[in-house]
């Protein structure tokens, strides 16, 4: 079974650049999250997806953050514009349903704003 | 966002020996507890979950859970060199929470 891919792996940009990520989860899994992992800290979920709706987003920064679930399958994450705080890494994951219980993590986006 | 606390590391154990790692947890209500082991530079990776009272083995591991205390645990036993890695205490109320993480080294 493949896992979950994530693409970019590293990106550098300056800040109030934007930058793009995507994901691609567990085929037959419902549920994708979204994490973000500064240096030293816990994944801290952004955003959460059933299917093709938003079930969660109450911890992403709306004013610069958005993302998108295509068809319940693939998923984007954007940041428009960076902020220096934003240097972090993005992680992806994906379970079989909303309950969460066993989640799959993707490779991970090592985000750098410059 | 529910409190999930860890004690503070790092971790240092001779190989062979015991690491337990400390977890504790802000919300009373919390059903299901996870430990996610990351090694540097990779992913989490789920090893453990628990969602009743007492204690769960696998393998080395071993997973206690006190939901009066509010607290949740991670024995390693006979522990590895590649156990080497950062373990995450993660709290899910159909989302996770996790802690900060405690930073493991097996020293030779």
């Known amino acids: 079974e493949a896992g979950v891919a994530q693409s970019p792996r590293y990106k550098i940009i300056e800040k109030r650049q934007s930058v793009a990520f995507w994901c691609n989860p567990i085929?037959?899994?419902?549920?994708l999250y979204w994490y973000q992992q500064i240096l030293g800290q816990g994944p801290k979920l952004l955003i959460q997806?059933?299917?093709?709706?938003?079930?969660?987003d109450s911890q992403l920064p709306k004013d610069r953050f958005s993302a998108e679930r295509l068809k319940g399958v693939d998923s984007t994450l954007k940041i428009q514009p960076a902020k220096l705080e934003d240097s972090a890494v993005y992680l992806c994951?994906?379970?079989?349903?909303?309950?969460?219980?066993?989640?799959?993590f993707g490779p991970g986006t090592r985000l750098t704003v410059t | 966002q529910k409190e999930v606390e860890q004690n503070s590391g790092p971790l240092s154990v001779p190989e062979g020996a015991i690491a337990s790692l400390n977890c504790t947890y802000s919300?009373?209500?919390?059903?299901?507890f996870f430990w996610y082991r990351q090694y540097s530079g990779k992913s989490p990776e789920l090893i453990m979950f628990?969602?009743?009272?007492g204690d769960k083995e696998d393998g080395r591991f071993t997973a206690q859970l006190n939901k009066a205390s509010q607290y949740v645990s991670l024995l390693i036993r006979d522990s590895q060199p590649s156990d080497s890695a950062t373990y995450l205490c993660?709290?899910?109320?159909?989302?996770?929470?996790f802690g900060a993480g405690t930073t493991v080294t097996v020293r030779a």
């Open positions: 993660a709290v899910n109320d159909y989302k996770l929470s």
């Open positions: 994951a994906s379970s079989l349903d909303q309950g969460g219980y066993e989640q799959y």
């Open positions: 628990i969602y009743s009272n």
């Open positions: 919300d009373r209500g919390s059903q299901s």
């Open positions: 997806f059933q299917n093709n709706g938003v079930v969660d």
């Open positions: 085929s037959g899994h419902a549920t």
